[in-house]
């Protein structure tokens, strides 16, 4: 019999498994309040074991999100961040060539304004005197820059330059106390000397009381110190004064320029200061023989 029962154990199991199953709907048809209690008690039953999974689940969700995920992020966020800093620097480059772009197009566009002619030159040195008003820029004898020269930055009057070497020159600023320029107010036409102060302002003197000169007028060059193009922009008339024991006003003048900022030039070179260089075959024989007959230097 036991021998029996286990040969056909899962065939007796089935048949068991199925008329039990027959007996309990049997039951449940009955008492239909059976079922619920059974569904109550295996709930009961499994409940813990699902808070535990559930808890379980959480868990391992949470390290992973902050933790495991966290070191991929860790890894983006230090890309994205390099690049952040590629594309900053970049953009900085970007927005220096633009403002360059604009400060040589002023220059250029003075150039075809005023019919001038001259190289553009970017200023690589100041003074770090609070007396002497000079700036070094990087032009020179070999661009055809030579001493007192004027120098602007497009809208206005700068200075002019004094040491010249190859490759670059000094550039005495219209506010040095050392400069002078032959000026008139563009209004009244009324003459006078612009000074500098060695302060960001200047003075015009040397102008009749009886001339008119107000507030808000504009200070041009009047072209006769044989410096300065006739009719560039200086500055413009700040306050007026005058002294009952005075024949002249004494008027203030705010440059037209901003010399502490200045970074782009252009020096007014004249045609006739660029030498013209012969080709060898437009050199007469008689000058190859004067020059073949120059002593040599010792």
């Given amino acids: 019999m036991a021998d029996f029962i286990r040969r056909h154990s899962i065939v007796l199991s089935s048949l068991l498994l199925l008329v039990s199953s027959f007996q309990l709907m049997s039951v449940s048809i009955q008492d239909p309040a059976l079922p619920r209690l059974g569904g109550r008690f295996v709930n009961g039953a499994i409940a813990p074991i699902q808070g535990f999974h559930r808890r379980f689940v959480d868990s391992g969700t949470d390290i992973w999100n902050h933790y495991i995920y966290l070191v991929n992020v860790e890894g983006e966020r230090s890309e994205l961040a390099s690049r952040i800093k590629a594309l900053e620097a970049q953009n900085s480059r970007l927005i220096e060539f633009e403002s360059e ?19 553009a ?3 690589i040195g100041r003074d770090p005197s609070n007396w002497i008003r000079t700036i070094t820029i990087d032009r020179g004898e070999l661009d055809g820059v030579r001493p007192w020269l004027p120098v602007v930055d497009g809208h206005a009057i700068v200075g002019q330059t004094t040491v010249v070497s190859e490759r670059s020159a000094k550039v005495l600023l219209l506010t040095d106390s050392r400069s002078a320029i032959d000026a008139i107010v563009q209004s009244s036409r009324s003459p006078g000397i612009i000074e500098g102060t060695s302060f960001d302002l200047l003075r015009l003197r040397y102008v009749l009381r009886e001339h008119e000169v107000k507030v808000g007028d504009r200070v041009v060059a009047s072209g006769l110190d044989g410096v300065y193009p006739k009719g560039a922009l200086i500055g413009v008339v700040t306050a007026v004064s005058s002294k009952p024991d005075n024949i002249f006003h004494a008027v203030d003048v705010q440059p037209s320029v901003d010399v502490s900022r200045m970074e782009n030039l252009l020096v007014v070179i004249p045609e006739r200061s660029h030498p013209k260089v012969l080709p060898e075959s437009e050199v007469s024989a008689d000058d190859r023989a004067d020059s073949s007959k120059a002593p040599e230097k010792k």
């Fill in 101 to 119: 772009n604009g400060r040589l197009r002023t220059l250029l566009n003075f150039q075809e304004e005023t019919g001038l002619s001259g190289v």
């Fill in 121 to 123: 030159a970017t200023v």
